[in-house]
């Protein structure tokens, strides 16, 4: 099984996701504020969340900015966004 990259999650999949795991919806919102607003990328630094939550995070997710195919209609960046619809 591939890790999640979890940049590619709105917050409210992340949300979803770490209810799935059996974590309470706060839980989710307190991993999307560390990433979205504090821009934190190691889950050993985010300190409110418990030990257990970070272990599964470090071992199923990542935080990784996507990757973007230049190739994708010959515009480079804002070719792959594009082709995306964003």
Excluded: C, H
């Amino acid at each position: 099984m591939s890790a999640t990259n979890l940049l590619e999650l709105t917050p409210d999949e992340l949300v979803a996701r770490v209810e799935e795991w059996g974590e309470a919806g706060y839980r989710g919102r307190q991993v999307a504020a560390w990433i979205y607003q504090r821009g934190v990328t190691d889950f050993a630094v985010m300190s409110n969340l418990p030990k257990s939550l970070r272990g599964r995070l470090l071992r199923e997710a990542v935080v990784q900015a996507p990757q973007l195919d230049e190739r994708v209609g010959g515009r480079g960046a804002l070719g792959a966004l594009a082709a995306r619809g964003l």
